[in-house]
């Protein structure tokens, strides 16, 4: 089992910053790929960014040039960061944590992010 622990949420104005940290623990061994989700009311689940385990980096096209996402690994803990500037209100979504490992999908509680026009 993977337990997922997000934080970095919260509210900000259009332009502003924010960073999203996930941090996995439990069978971290054989984790593949972490990533980022998003969903917005009404809408689909989407991706964000993803990240494999030999360092490959896909992000929505809508958001690339804007989020950056980076990894940190080590024998205890496999944390996810999501750095998001230049923000806008269409942005705004509940990000999902999600980690994949041996044919296994595991996703984070989900944090608010909220942008103001």
């Known amino acids: 089992q993977v337990q997922l622990v997000e934080s970095g949420g919260g509210l900000v104005q259009a332009g502003g910053s924010l960073r999203l940290s996930c941090a996995a623990s439990g069978s971290i061994f054989s984790i593949s790929t972490m990533g980022w989700y998003r969903q917005a009311p009404g809408k689909q689940r989407e991706l964000v960014a993803g990240?494999?385990?030999?360092?490959?980096?896909?992000?929505a096209d809508s958001v690339k040039g804007r989020f950056t996402i980076s990894r940190s690994r080590n024998n205890a803990k496999d944390t996810v960061y999501l750095q998001m500037n230049s923000l806008r209100p269409e942005d705004t979504a509940v990000y999902y944590c999600n980690s994949r490992r041996d044919g296994a999908e595991y996703w984070g509680q989900g944090t608010q992010v909220t942008v103001s026009s």
């Open positions: 990240i494999t385990r030999g360092g490959t980096i896909n992000y």
